[in-house]
T-cell receptor, first 112, second 115 residues
Framework: GQSLEQPSEVTAVEGAIVQINCTYQ??????LSWYQQHDGGAPTFLSY????GLEETGRFSSFLSRSDSYGYLLLQELQMKDSASYFC?????????????FGAGTQVVVTP | DAGVTQSPTHLIKTRGQQVTLRCSPK?????VSWYQQALGQGPQFIFQ???????QRGNFPDRFSGHQFPNYSSELNVNALLLGDSALYLC??????????????FGPGTRLTVL
């Protein structure tokens, strides 16, 4: 079957580092995306990995290992505004523009 | 530069009714994808429109249909509504030639409640 697994919730204090893991099993794989969604808001794009390795964008970094069907999102120097749900999503094919398969999401709770 | 807009923001219908949701993509985008997001779950892909045609479809019944207009805006239609259709419906736009980032820009969604 096709599935993406990620933890349901992570709690951390301001200034800490949080790693959200994502393992996937899909019929095809072209790349792994990460999206952030605040309560009542729209998902917003954070990062995309098509090749193995680490992509860094400010306080957020994303990693991919295609051989392990695994990726993670690293949130550094956590701020209260980072409290949100984070989704990993797989793009299954080179021609599958827009067709993303999402995980169930990880709720990150940042405490003072 | 306007982002993705959707209307209406909220909608209440009863079982068996039909509903039409609307989406205007971000300026410069030509591809619209629709997603259904149940409470506490990730978005589920419904279908994608490009050049006024349905290009890809997820595992949704034929009760779900759509349309894309020449100005790239799109509609999602759901017939014979079921209680299980209650969800947040998200529209996402992108450009076919955007490169490898595959970045989707999501609208705020339409919250559909079926009673």
């Amino acid at each position: 079957g096709q599935s993406l697994e990620q933890p349901s919730e992570v709690t951390a204090v301001e200034g800490a580092i949080v790693q959200i893991n994502c393992t996937y099993q899909t019929s095809g794989f072209y790349g792994l995306s990460w999206y952030q969604q605040h309560d009542g808001g729209a998902p917003t794009f954070l990062s995309y990995n098509a090749l193995d390795g680490l992509e860094e964008t400010g306080r957020f970094s994303s990693f991919l290992s295609r051989s392990d069907s695994y990726g993670y999102l690293l949130l550094q120097e956590l701020q209260m505004k980072d409290s949100a749900s984070y989704f990993c999503a797989v793009r299954e094919g080179g021609d599958s523009w827009g067709k993303l398969q999402f995980g169930a999401g990880t709720q990150v709770v940042v405490t003072p | 530069d306007a982002g993705v807009t959707q209307s209406p923001t909220h909608l209440i219908k009863t079982r068996g009714q039909q509903v039409t949701l609307r989406c205007s993509p971000k300026s410069g985008h030509d591809t619209v994808s629709w997603y259904q997001q149940a409470l506490g779950q990730g978005p589920q892909f419904i279908f994608q429109y490009y050049e006024e045609e349905e290009r890809q479809r997820g595992n949704f019944p034929d009760r779900f249909s759509g349309h894309q207009f020449p100005n790239y805006s799109s509609e999602l239609n759901v017939n014979a509504l079921l209680l299980g259709d209650s969800a947040l419906y998200l529209c996402a736009s992108s450009r076919q030639l955007a490169g490898e980032r595959n970045e989707q820009f999501f609208g705020p969604g339409t919250r559909l409640t079926v009673l």
